[in-house]
């Protein structure tokens, strides 16, 4: 018989009894409060590094959207001056009064608002009619062609005072000063194309094509003694003939340069001296006779409008021969009609443009943009200037005006602008250039992306043929061979390097070391053989060593050898 099992044992199993110096101690309370608190501090730490992170990056989208709006042109407000045909027109950098030439010979002033006769005097005595007026880049005058034969120059300024009783008040008053009139034609006939510019000295110059054909340049020259403070004048006169009758003629600011169109799409160019024209330089640019020319900003471009509407740039491109020829370099897209009018922008490369029909047009030249297209509150302009500040326009028709408001935050700026290759003023041929920024507004931004992509890719596969090779062989030589005493201090201080910004050691690179490597930049080229060779021969040399010698060093001691050797290579 099968023996009965054994009751369990009811009495637990005796403890065993652990050593209190075996227990381990509790953690101090400073400890814990001190880990807890370092944990929210290195939390928070990393939510605020996040936050500015984002914030960066909405601080940066807030800056870039103005690049994204919209160009537009609007028209604000429009006045009637009963009974005056107005053409040449100019207006003030807050855009409350408008110059006007009349077509009975008078200049006004009225009032943009009201559209209240301010000024007005006669452009010349006795009264005489204009046939031709202009306003030409720089808005200091107003220019017309008399039917006598003469160009009168009438310079216009604006004056402006503030008072009230907190001084706030703003008024502007309009100045006429004397007219200047040029004697183009001795016969008193009327002119067929001409051009006027009024210089900063108060020097002044015209050209017209006279009845007969022939150009006649006139340049008078005011020399102001620096001691006495006495004035003296001078005229000078040039006259060549033309195969062919001229439709526009215009100078640049500085009076150097005088272009034509002509009614047969010929675009002539000279080089003045004094009032000499230099040799003729023709391009043709097309066969719709030329109707409209307007320089940009610095007298290097030259705007063209067209009678089939087409608008088009040029400036003057040298050529293998060394010689400079008038060049197409841009295209826009035609207006609906004849181009009558081009208002340059005094801020930039920008430019206002107005066909026979009304239709007006905002464009941008460096970047080749039509900003924005729509049609004017007019048909048929007589005159169209922008204001000093690019901010607004002025345009005539007949008896009427009217003020544009101008929107155009960063016209500049196309996707041909930043990622292909742009023709700039006084380059030959289209190039990837980056120049953003000049002392004046005559600059032309150059704002190509390319050479900085390029230049940063340059300088990451540079900088990794040296870094990976180095950084590699360094790391397999301290973690295999280095001896642990000598990793334990290097390791640390590589980290620490590591956790430099490398945007602080590229900046004291380029600041303090790139200078001085300029200056041996040939032997840094041949360290690249001679280092080589140098720790190669520190190699041999140290493998040469009797063993029992070299064991006596600690594993990486060869280290300072070919430190040595690295010196003595440098």
Excluded: C
Aim: overall charge neutral; glycine content about 10%.
């Amino acid at each position: 018989m099968s023996e009965p099992a054994s009751a369990p044992d009811p009495s637990p199993a005796p403890r065993r009894r652990v050593h209190p110096r075996l227990l381990p101690a509790p953690t101090p309370k400073r400890r814990l409060l001190g880990d807890r608190a370092a944990r929210w501090v290195v939390s928070a730490g990393g939510i605020a590094i996040i936050a500015s992170i984002l914030g960066i990056l909405v601080f940066i989208l807030v800056e870039i959207w103005p690049i994204f709006g919209q160009p537009r042109v609007a028209p604000e407000r429009t006045a009637e001056l009963a009974g005056a045909e107005l053409s040449a027109v100019l207006t003030d950098e807050h855009r409350e009064l408008v110059a006007a030439l009349t077509a009975d010979g008078r200049v006004v002033a009225v009032r943009a608002e009201s559209g209240a006769l301010e000024a007005e005097q006669p452009i010349a005595e006795p009264r005489t009619a204009v046939t031709a007026a202009s306003s030409p880049p720089g808005g200091r005058a107003l220019t017309a062609a008399l039917a006598d034969g003469r160009i009168a120059i009438v310079p216009v300024g604006f004056d402006v005072t503030f008072g009230g009783a907190d001084g706030n008040q703003r008024t502007t008053a309009p100045r006429f000063d004397p007219p200047i009139l040029l004697p183009m034609d001795p016969l008193g006939r009327p002119l067929r194309a001409f051009a006027a510019q009024l210089g900063e000295d108060g020097s002044a110059i015209g050209a017209a094509q006279l009845a007969d054909g022939s150009l006649v340049v006139f340049r008078r020259s005011v020399e102001t003694n620096s001691i006495t403070g006495e004035t003296t004048e001078s005229v000078d006169r040039g006259e060549i003939q033309l195969d062919r009758p001229l439709t526009a003629l215009v100078f640049d600011e500085e009076q150097r340069n005088l272009w034509a169109g002509a009614a047969d799409g010929g675009l002539l160019w000279w080089q003045l001296t004094a009032a000499q024209p230099g040799p003729t330089g023709v391009a043709a640019a097309g066969r719709s006779g030329i109707t409209a020319l307007s320089p940009l900003i610095g007298g290097r471009s030259l705007v063209v409008g067209q009678a089939n509407g087409a608008l088009s740039v040029w400036f003057p491109v040298e050529q293998k021969d060394g010689e400079s020829r008038l060049t197409r370099v841009r295209d826009f897209p035609p207006l609906p009609s004849a181009v009558r009018h081009l208002a340059p922008s005094g801020r930039g490369k920008g430019f206002l443009a107005a066909d026979e029909s009304g239709r007006l047009g905002l464009y941008w030249s460096t970047s080749e943009r039509t900003l924005w297209l729509g049609s004017g509150p007019f048909t048929r302009p007589t005159g169209l200037a922008f204001s000093p500040k690019a901010d607004g326009a002025v345009l005539a028709a007949g008896s009427k005006l009217a003020e544009l408001s101008v929107f155009n935050p960063h016209p500049e700026i196309s996707w041909k602008a930043l990622f292909a290759k742009v023709w700039y003023e006084g380059y030959d041929e289209p190039k990837y250039v980056w120049q953003s920024s000049s002392a004046t507004d005559d600059f032309e931004p150059k704002l190509s992306l390319v050479p900085l992509l390029f230049g940063t890719l340059k300088g990451t596969l540079y900088s990794l043929l040296l870094a990976i090779p180095l950084g590699v062989f360094s790391a397999m030589y301290i973690s295999q061979f280095m001896h642990p005493t000598y990793k334990r201090f290097l390791k640390p201080v590589i980290e620490i390097m590591a956790s430099l910004p490398s945007v602080v050691l590229g900046f004291l690179a380029g600041l303090w070391l790139a200078p001085r490597i300029v200056q041996v930049l040939p032997a840094l080229f041949l360290s690249f053989l001679v280092l080589p060779a140098m720790v190669w021969l520190a190699g041999s040399l140290w493998h040469m060593v009797p063993r029992k010698t070299r064991n006596r060093f600690r594993a990486g001691s060869e280290a300072g050898i070919y430190m040595v050797a690295l010196l003595a290579g440098l």
